[in-house]
């Protein structure tokens, strides 16, 4: 049977639709916009579907564009695996991997697995992108697995737990000493905060002693969408910060910043790796996978920066 397209067609589709943008998958993937463009339109010609609406922002798949990803996805995933069962013979897995994470701190845990599966298979190469919470939840792109916070939405995805993380208040030394050691949670109430904003709706203090749970609302000095500003300000002594654990051990070690009412606690959040069924069969996705669940306390407390260095080891 033949068909009015080429396999160039569906990759420059599948280029397209992963940058969300002819511009961006033109500079992404070193092809000419006009080279795109031309496949692109070659492709909706012959199925006589429109697979894009055009965006302020870029473009977006239409439902038949995101049903046409999802199926010709497949056929290069096979083409993959098939790459992949051959390398095996050899002992190497190399090729490329797509991963997504939350805007939420995926950045801390993406950057720390990423650095170090790139250390122990130097043949992989990563697409590494961060989006809103909204935008992952709507799940408009590709990838091979996601770093999702939270528990995730019902879907066809298969999941795996990495692990739990748990909230708790901080401040400054400089913030202690203007305006004291805060006692009580009225203490924390009365005083100026950073609130971090979660898809346009303010975040919870929630916090727990035992079996008591209770709900803070200091004075929202900054609100911010995003945790590495929340740390900034709070760092900086302006104001106190409702943070996660792990995203300010280096902070707490170093004695930038000290933590508040300690036996108040968050309850756990889960962090999971997520896949499509069909990259389970992908060995350097699953290896991956196995590392993200296996060293995610190593993972979670790598500062991501250059100020320390954090032995993993090999395995």
């Not at 950057?111 to 298979?121: D, E, I, P, R």
Request: charged share 20%; proline share 5%; with cysteine.
């Amino acid at each position: 049977m033949s068909y009015p397209y080429e396999l160039k067609d569906i990759s420059c589709f599948l280029w397209i639709a992963r940058a969300g943008s002819i511009s961006r998958a033109a500079t992404t993937y070193s092809v000419p916009k006009a080279t795109l463009s031309h496949h692109l339109r070659r492709l909706e010609d012959a199925l006589q579907v429109e697979l894009f609406v055009r965006k302020a922002k870029g473009l977006e798949l239409t439902d038949a564009g995101k049903e046409y990803l999802d199926n010709c996805s497949a056929i290069f995933d096979s083409c993959e695996n098939a790459a992949s069962a051959a390398q095996r013979a050899h002992s190497t897995i190399s090729g490329r991997i797509r991963i997504v994470a939350s805007t939420a701190f995926g950045t801390s845990i993406i950057g720390a697995a990423a650095s170090y599966f790139a250390t122990s298979n130097p043949n992989i190469d990563f697409d590494l992108q961060m989006y809103p919470d909204d935008k992952i939840i709507a799940g408009q792109f590709d990838f091979d697995c996601m770093i999702f916070v939270g528990e995730p939405p019902a879907s066809s995805l298969l999941r795996r737990k990495m692990g739990d993380v748990s909230f708790g208040l901080y401040a400054s030394p400089r913030f202690v000493e203007a305006h004291g050691m805060p006692a009580s949670l009225d203490d924390i109430n009365r005083s100026s905060g950073v609130v971090y904003m979660r898809n346009g709706m303010p975040e919870r203090w929630a916090l727990r002693n035992q079996r008591n749970l209770v709900h803070l609302e200091p004075l929202a000095k900054f609100n911010v969408n995003e945790y590495w500003l929340a740390k900034y300000f709070t760092v900086e002594g302006l104001v106190i910060g409702y943070l996660p654990d792990f995203f300010v051990k280096y902070e707490v070690e170093q004695g930038a910043l000290l933590p508040l009412l300690p036996e108040w606690r968050s309850d756990d959040t889960p962090v999971y790796v997520i896949y499509p069924a069909q990259r389970h069969r992908n060995p350097r996705v699953m290896k991956l996978v196995d590392a993200m669940c296996n060293r995610f306390e190593d993972f979670i407390r790598s500062p991501i920066y250059s100020v320390t260095r954090i032995d993993y080891g090999q395995g």
